[in-house]
C-alpha cells in the first residue's frame, strides 16, 4: 500500500494523520522535535506543568464540531474536556480604567456586564454582537447545516475591515478595546484585522471556554493513542530537510540523508519553510514568492513562573487577566513603546487540573507580544550558543512582565519567581516559527493564506497558516486538508453527523 507522510506532529499533523488512518491510509508523523505535540507540548520546572501554545480554547461544548470531530476520532472518550464554570471569564483591566471588565464566555452575560459598564452604549454593544452572530450563521463551522465547500472558495472575498466596524459603532475606546480583545488570540494587529476573521475566532469563546485536563499535552497523548489504534506510526527526532518527487509527483522525503518513501505528504510546518524543501520548478515564481512574504503573526515574550502556593489560586484557576490599552490593540506598533503600556496577559492553565495543585507552588504564565526586530542581535544565535547578554536580556524581560503585573493585579504577584523565559528566539527554534510568530501567518486584510492543494501532485498543506490559527484552527484546517484529498463534503458529512 502506498504511504502517506505527514511533516510535523502539532494539532494539525495530529489530527491529519488520525483522519487519514481511520480512513484506512498507511500513515507515517514525522516531526523535528525529540516530542510529538508542537506547540501543544507541555512541559515541567520544579514538577510545576506549564502548557506552551494552550490556554483555554472555544468551540468543545456539546454539539460543537471541534468535538464531533474528537467524536468521529475517538479522541473525545480519551481526554476531560471542561467548561469553565458560569463565573469563569477573561479580567480586563484597561489602563487608566478604575473597573475592570469582566468578559464572560457567555453573549448574555457578557451582554449583560458591558450593559452595566457602558450604559451609553448599549446600541453599540446589540449591534456588535448581532453582527459577530450574523457573519457565524453563514460559516460552516458554526451553522452545521451549510456544505462547506462554498464557505471555502468565498474565504478570499470576505476582507471588510475591523477598525471601520468597531470605528462605525463607537467612539468609546474603552468599548472598542473589549470588543478588539479576541484579536490577541489570532495576533493580528486590529488596523489589519478582517471582521470575519475576528467573528469568527471571538464567537467561539463569546459560546463557551473550555479547558481539557492535563493540559494540551492530554491531547497530544490521546491522538497519540488513536494513532497507534489506527496503525498509524510516529517517528519524533526525524527532522524533514527535502521533500523528493520523480519528476511527476511526490515520491518520499528526506529525514537525516535517508529517503523514506510516500507518495502523498501533508506539510503542516509554516508554509515559508516549505519552499526551500521542494524543487520549485513545479511552483510559479508568483507563489513561491507569495509563501516566502506571508506575514507573521505576532511573537511573544513568555514568562513561566511560581508563586507561593495560595498566593492567588483561586484568582488564577477559572480567570485568564488581560492588562490592555484603550482603543485597539496595535501589537506591531509598540516597538519604543513603554513596556507598561503593552498588552499583558496573565493565565494559569496548569491550576485548572489537580495534577499542578499538589505540585507546592502555583504555575503562571504571563505573555506579552514581541516584535521579532527586538532580537535583532540575537538572530544568529542557536539554542546551543546563546550568549550571556541573552540571558540578561531575558532577565531584564521576566523583570519587567513581574512588574508590570504586580503593577496591575496587586503586590502579590511581585513575589512571582521566574522558571523559564521565551522569547521570539524560543519560538522560532521550538517551534519552527518563522520570526517566533506564535499564530502562523496573519489572517489578514489584502493577505491571502495559501489554500491545501499545491502545484506539486502528491503535496498538500496543513497547519495553522492555511484554514485558521488556534488549537479549534489548526484541527478543522486538517479536517479541510483530509477531506480535499479523500472527497470533502464526504468528509464533512461524516464528522457533522457525528452526534
Ligand atoms: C504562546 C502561545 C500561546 C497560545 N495560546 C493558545 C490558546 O490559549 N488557545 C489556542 O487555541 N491556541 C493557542 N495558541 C495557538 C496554538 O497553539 C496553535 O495555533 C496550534 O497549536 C498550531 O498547531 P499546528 O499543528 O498548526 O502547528 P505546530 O504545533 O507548530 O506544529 C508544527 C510541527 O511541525 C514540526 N515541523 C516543522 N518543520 C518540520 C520538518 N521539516 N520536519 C519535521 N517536523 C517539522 C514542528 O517541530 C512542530 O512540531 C498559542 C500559541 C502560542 C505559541
Partial sequence: ?????VVGSGISGLTVAALLAKAGR???????????GGALHRFK???IPFDVGFHYTGNLGPGDITRRLWRYLGVEPLVAITPFPRDGHDHLQIHGRAQPVQASFSYPRLTAHLKEQFPAEQGAIDRYFAVIQEICAQIPFYNLDLPLTPFLQGMASRHLPLAAFLDSLTSNQELQAVFALPTFLYGVPVSRARLDVHAMVAHSYYMGAYTVAGGGQAIVDAHLKILARYGAEVRTSAAVEAIVDDGRRVSGVLVDGEFIAGTDLIFTGHPTAMIDLVNRDFFRPAYTSRLRELENTMSMYALFGRLPAGAAQEALQWRNYYSLPPGPAEFHDFMGCSPAQR???MSSPGARDSQSLSAGGEGVILLAPAHWQEMARFHDSTPRNRSAAYGAFKEEVAARMIDHAA???GAAYGAMEPLAVGTPLTFRDELSAPQGSCYGAMYCLGQYNPGVRTRLPGLWL??????MTGVVGAALGALVTAGEMTGLEGLWEEVRQCP
Fill in 26 to 36: 498507511q500513515v507515517l508523523v514525522l516531526e523535528k522535535k525529540p516530542l510529538a
Fill in 462 to 467: 496543513s497547519g495553522q497558516s492555511t484554514l
Fill in 407 to 409: 503593577r496591575t493585579w
Fill in 45 to 47: 520546572r520544579r514538577k
Fill in 1 to 5: 500500500m502506498s504511504r502517506t507522510v
Fill in 343 to 345: 498588552q499583558l496577559m
